[in-house]
C-alpha cells in the first residue's frame, strides 16, 4: 500500500462502486457519495474506460467482479439494519460511504484503517465539501504498531454493547494468524454481535488456479499481495473453536443473483473472476 493514501484495490473499488451507479439495472447498491469523494463526475465516469480490481480507470469488462463489490457492501448494510445494534466497526474501511449514508440515527459507526488512508480521506472530503456525519468516529490504526482493542476503546466502542463488524475485502490480504487474532477480538464482543467478511477459497481446477494466479501476480505486482485462502469447511471449523457460528456463506454468484431480478444469472455461468470469492456471515 502507498502510505501516502489508500490502497489501489481500495480506490478501484470505490471506482467500481462508482461505476455502478451509472452502469447497471437493477442497482444493487444505491451510493450517492462515492463519486464524490473520489473526485469522479458521472460525465467522466460513462466517458472512461472500466475500472478494474488493481487499476482504477482502466481495463476490460469487469462487470461480475463490480456487482460484487455492489453485493456484498449492501449484503452487510442490509445486515446492520436488521441487526438493531448501536455500534458497527468497519474494519480495513478504505473509501466505503456508509458513514455518510447511515439512515439510523442512533447508530455508531467507527472506521478503522492505516492513519495514511484516513488522511487522505478525510482531505478528499474536506475537498468534496462531505461533512462528516457526528455518528461517525475515525480511528486510526496501524496494525504494525497498534493494538486494535487499545485504539477502538479509546475511540469510544463498548465492548459491554452488541456490534456488527464488517470486514470486506480486506481478510486475504492478511496471515491466517493476524485474521484469527482479528476475530478473537470480535469473539469477545458482548453477544449477541455479529461479523460480515469476505474470503478467498482455493480452485479446484486446472483452469480456476491459472486464472486465479493470474488475478493474484495483477494485485501483488501492484504491491498488496494476498496471503490466505479458506475452504468453507476450514473457516467454519476455526470459527467455531473461537465461539463464533456460520449463519450464512454463500458465493459471490449466489449473492450477486440474491439481488438481481430475474433468474440465476451468475450462478448458471459463474464466471472466473467470482469462483474464488465467498462472504459470511457469524455471530458469537
Do not use: C
Amino acid at each position: 500500500m502507498d502510505r501516502g493514501g489508500p490502497s489501489r484495490t481500495a480506490l478501484a473499488t470505490a471506482y467500481a462502486r462508482a461505476y455502478h451507479q451509472i452502469a447497471d439495472q437493477p442497482r444493487i447498491l444505491t451510493d450517492p457519495v462515492v463519486s464524490s469523494l473520489i473526485g469522479v463526475t458521472a460525465e467522466e465516469l460513462a466517458g472512461g474506460t472500466e475500472p478494474t480490481e488493481d487499476r482504477p480507470g482502466s481495463g476490460t469488462t469487469y462487470r461480475p467482479r463490480r456487482l460484487f463489490f455492489a453485493a456484498r457492501a449492501r449484503f452487510a448494510e442490509d445486515r446492520i439494519a436488521a441487526s438493531g445494534v448501536r455500534q458497527v466497526v468497519i474494519l480495513g474501511a478504505g473509501l466505503d460511504t456508509f458513514a455518510f449514508r447511515n439512515p439510523h440515527p442512533e447508530l455508531r459507526v467507527f472506521e478503522v484503517d492505516h492513519p495514511a488512508t484516513q488522511a487522505w480521506k478525510r482531505n478528499r472530503l474536506a475537498e468534496a465539501g462531505i461533512e462528516a456525519p457526528r455518528s461517525l468516529t475515525f480511528v486510526p490504526v496501524d496494525f504494525e504498531t497498534d493494538v486494535l482493542a487499545t485504539q477502538l476503546e479509546s475511540a469510544g466502542l463498548s465492548r459491554s454493547e452488541p456490534a456488527v463488524f464488517v470486514w470486506l475485502g480486506v481478510v486475504f490480504y492478511l496471515t491466517p494468524d493476524a485474521a484469527r487474532k482479528t476475530l478473537h477480538y470480535i469473539a469477545d464482543q458482548a453477544q449477541p454481535s455479529e461479523v460480515i467478511f469476505d474470503y478467498l477459497q482455493p480452485a479446484d481446477t486446472d483452469e480456476d488456479r491459472l486464472q486465479l494466479q493470474e488475478r493474484e501476480a495483477r494485485v501483488a505486482a501492484a504491491g498488496e499481495p494476498w496471503f490466505s485462502y479458506f475452504t468453507p469447511t476450514d473457516i467454519s471449523a476455526q470459527l467455531r473453536t473461537l465461539g463464533l457460528r456460520v449463519i450464512d456463506d454463500y458465493s459471490a454468484a449466489q449473492l450477486i443473483d440474491h439481488y438481481l431480478d430475474g433468474p440465476a444469472e451468475f450462478q448458471q455461468q459463474n464466471p472466473h473472476a467470482l469462483r474464488a470469492s465467498r462472504i459470511l456471515r457469524a455471530d458469537n
